[in-house]
């Protein structure tokens, strides 16, 4: 049974990575903003083709 | 795709139906406004119309006619440095709050506002706060450059001195940590709970090494550290802040419980002789905070506190001698200096007349929908706004001391807390008090019978029998019914005002602009079919008249262009007489135009040509649709305030068809006074008004609320906003908040049987970990789970069907 304090260690250890995550992104801002990002990623970018 | 629009005659721009769209086609597309064909114009020169691809009809309605001016002052470098929030050698930054964004196309259109200037580099939005942050070259474009493009595009930049960058700086700031609090406090909630496993099965004793059960105990203990030092902080300081102001706030009892929970289970893990009760701690933090959020969700573009300062504009332009002009703000305003008010401007101090033709409309103060014409050499107040054209006015007063800012001398105004009628504060804290006196009984009771029970069962007592599940009811229910509310059209600025809407039981609404359509009346038109060119010839003759009907009847002619007529004479009181092309044409009362028979009401105007009674004009302010039944239906009594003349009261109580009392001809301070007069009498009020001659009357009663067209629209201070498109549903609030009320009770007894039945088995020392572990948690989540499904059930019931 004593394996089990072993697995208890390793996902703690992951789940604090993914709070230390969210903790790193809620204090720059990543979670201001909810709607643009996502649909920024939709828009075409024809920036480059009228340059050229 | 773009196809399917055109068949049905609406905008492309913004969607408006237009039927009339033969003058404003561009490229085969319909336009329902000059406006708006002069966005797409603009975007299709710089190849941007692929804004039309993301969201049909995605425009922004742009209004017709925009001062070119209204920008100027923004070359004032002190006022533009408001708006800036960077500026190097090559580059600045501005931020412009713009409420019109509202979906994906709006995001594209100004990600992309480099295609149209050159000298913009780059532009970013933040979409919940309606802000772009535009980065530009400041040699080759100015900030009123780039006001102006954006207005000229539909976004026109929303201009007030308290969009202070700053300010909303701080406020995201905030939101962040709290954001952050929660995240931690549900991270260390849920693995607690996962940790507890072997306690709630009731393994500690089965475990053949006691080594692992109290590995699983320490790890406990040390995940509900961040919890009871960061995520709760906010508990413990708020009720040291009420006890230094000698006061049991709501927050007092949960940190006490909260205390004597953490020591307790320190003491358990500590002497290994039990588990704790961590999972129950960190779980009602997480869920207080979560509950909390929920309340304390703000409405960013809403502005519930508005003094009068927020009603005049941020800079005059005030004229030096040399004939030049400079923009100042509206504090630095001195006497004598000599001001220029522009068209649609609000008068921010009292002065004199020098130029121009001064047709003030008072309305914002007064309630009157009449235009005050005001001579050269007059005075005009702060507080009207001029409505023809400019004029230079000689400032009398100082802003801060000017004629308008009387009305906000009134203590009314000197804010103190608005008496709320929260029954569960007042349930609540007599709990507290119940329970610590239970507790205390049951620790002398233990002291005598058998002391090493006693520290137990009180603090048992303490930590079961917390009123945390009560108040996680009240800030959850809340919570919901306010989001609620705001998704049907009322936004409240906090959770008391949803708790006191059950006990008005007077209602009083302001007539114009509230219960009718601001600048709309109706114009019935009764008689004998006028030809076009006669109709032009009474639409120039009205376009000419002083009198307030006149203008009304223009707009419902809607001729176009109207000349101006050489022979005309008004006679005041009676009416408008013309020569032209050889007829004599005459309008005004029935009397004057020689039509005996009739008696003459205020409202109708009647048209005679060549002495041959045509027929007459009915104008009337047009009442909301539907809200006629919507009155009619009200439980309460009612009460209409009106700043006009009493013509429209036999109109109305025709229409309304209930007992109503009605005041006519009120000034703000009588409508103030109206509301305390009824308050004296032990009604809680609550005022439905739209305009500045409301606030006194708004924030004088129990419950103020604003009714506006648009959120974006300027709302004098109150207690909520409303949307005036929901005003026929105004009874459906009311009764969802009677309902939220029911809901709230019920969640109370149910948290009371839990309660109850934890103090039986804790004052009997009977408390096994088991029960704790599973009562506990059972009662948070059932509570949480009948909030959700009752405030679901209450939106259906409630808004629904009809909304």
């Known amino acids: 049974m004593k394996v089990i304090i072993l697995l208890l260690a390793v996902s703690l250890t992951v789940a604090i990575c993914f709070l230390v995550a969210f903790i790193w992104g809620a204090q720059t801002g990543q979670f201001d903003d909810t709607f643009s990002p996502a649909n920024k990623i939709l828009f075409d970018n024809k920036k480059q083709e009228q340059k050229k | ?803």
């Open chain 2, 1 to 803: 795709m773009n196809q399917s629009i055109i068949n049905i005659a609406s905008c492309f721009h913004c969607g408006d139906s237009c039927d009339d769209y033969s003058q404003l086609l561009f490229d085969d597309k319909k336009f329902c406004c000059s406006g708006c064909k002069t966005v797409y114009q603009i975007l299709n020169k710089n190849s941007l119309c692929e804004y039309y691809n993301f969201n049909d009809a995605a425009g922004v309605k742009v209004k017709n006619e925009r001062d070119a001016k209204k920008f100027a002052f923004l070359d004032n470098p002190v006022l533009a440095a408001k708006f800036i929030t960077f500026a190097n050698q090559q580059q600045t930054a501005v931020r412009f709050y713009l409420p019109q964004i509202h979906c994906s196309s709006c995001l594209w259109l100004l990600e992309n506002l480099y295609k149209i200037n050159e000298a913009i580099f780059s532009s970013s939005v933040n979409f919940p706060d309606k802000e772009v942050v535009i980065h530009f070259n400041q040699f080759n474009i100015s900030v009123r450059e780039l006001a102006e493009l954006l207005a000229s595009i539909g976004y026109e930049p929303h201009i007030s001195l308290d969009v202070d960058s700053n300010i909303t700086k701080k406020h995201k700031v905030l939101s962040r940590k709290a954001l952050i609090k929660i995240g931690v406090a549900g991270f260390c909630f849920a693995n607690i709970m996962m940790l507890s496993f072997p306690e709630y099965l009731g393994l500690n004793s089965m475990a053949k090494d006691g080594l692992s059960v109290s590995v699983f105990r320490w790890l406990n203990l040390f995940l509900s550290l961040p919890v009871f030092f960061y995520s709760g902080t906010e508990f413990f300081v708020n009720s040291w802040y009420g006890f230094k102001q000698k006061m049991l706030n709501i927050d007092a009892p949960i940190a006490l419980a909260l205390i004597v929970t953490f020591s307790r289970s320190i003491d358990e893990i500590a002497f290994q002789t039990g588990g704790g009760y961590l999972d129950s701690m960190t779980g009602i933090i997480f869920f207080m905070l979560l509950g909390r959020a929920f309340q304390t969700k703000t409405f960013a573009d809403l502005k519930f506190h508005r003094d009068y300062t927020s009603y005049f504009p941020i800079a005059v332009c005030k004229i030096i001698e040399s004939n030049g002009e400079q923009y100042l703000p509206v504090n630095d305003i001195q006497i004598d200096d000599n001001i220029r008010i522009r068209n649609n401007e609000v008068i921010p101090v009292d002065g004199i007349v020098l130029q121009g033709k001064a047709d003030i409309d008072y309305s914002f103060v007064t309630g009157e929908n009449e235009i005050a014409k005001v001579k050269i050499g007059d005075i005009v107040y702060a507080g009207g706004r001029q409505t023809n054209g400019n004029i230079d006015i000689l400032v009398i007063q100082p802003f801060s001391q000017s004629n308008f800012t009387r009305l906000w001398n009134n203590d009314t105004f000197k804010k103190e807390e608005k008496k709320s009628y929260s029954f569960t504060g007042i349930i609540s804290n007599y709990f507290a008090l119940v329970v610590m006196l239970i507790a205390f009984t049951a620790f002398v009771y233990w002291m005598l019978v058998d002391s090493n029970n006693a520290w137990n069962a009180m603090t048992a007592v303490l930590i079961v029998a917390c009123p945390c599940a009560l108040l996680l009811t009240t800030t959850f229910t809340q919570g919901f019914l306010m989001n609620i509310f705001s998704n049907n059209g009322l936004y409240l600025k906090n959770a008391n005002i949803l708790q006191t809407i059950p006990f008005v039981n007077h209602i009083v609404f302001d007539k114009t602009g509230t219960l009718t359509y601001p600048n709309i009346s109706s114009v019935q038109y009764e008689g004998i079919t006028l030809k076009k060119n006669t109709e032009l010839v009474f639409a120039s003759m009205f376009s000419q008249s002083l009198h307030p009907l006149s203008k009304s009847i223009v707009q419902s002619l809607n001729v176009g262009s109207v000349y101006a007529l050489e022979n005309v004479k008004e006679l005041v009181g009676k009416g408008i007489e013309a020569w032209e092309n050889d007829m004599h044409y005459k309008a005004g009362s029935s009397k004057f135009v020689g039509n005996n028979a009739e008696i003459n009401s205020d409202c109708e105007v009647w048209i005679s040509m060549n002495d041959k009674v045509l027929g007459r004009f009915k104008v009337s302010n047009l009442i909301r649709e539907d809200v006629d039944t919507m009155i009619h239906n009200l439980p309460f009594p009612v009460s209409i305030l009106s700043g006009d003349n009493n013509r429209s009261e036999g109109y109305l109580s025709g229409l309304f068809k209930r007992n109503i009392q009605y005041c006519f001809k009120q000034s703000p301070q009588d409508k103030l006074d109206y509301i305390a007069s009824l308050q004296k009498k032990r009604s809680i009020v609550m005022m439905v008004g739209d305009g500045l001659n409301d606030a006194g009357a708004l924030s004088k009663c129990n419950i103020g609320i604003a009714v506006v067209d648009n959120t974006i629209q300027f709302s004098p201070a109150s207690d909520a906003i409303m949307l005036a498109s929901k005003l026929p549903f105004f009874n459906n609030y009311i009764i969802a908040a009677k309902q939220s009320k029911k809901l709230i009770t019920l969640t109370f007894i149910i948290s009371l049987i839990y309660n109850v039945l934890g103090i039986y088995f804790s004052v009997t020392a009977q408390m096994s970990p088991l029960v704790a572990a599973v009562l506990m948690p059972l009662s948070t989540i059932s509570i949480v789970a009948t909030t959700l499904i009752g405030s679901i059930f209450i939106d259906k019931q409630c808004f629904k069907k009809n909304i």
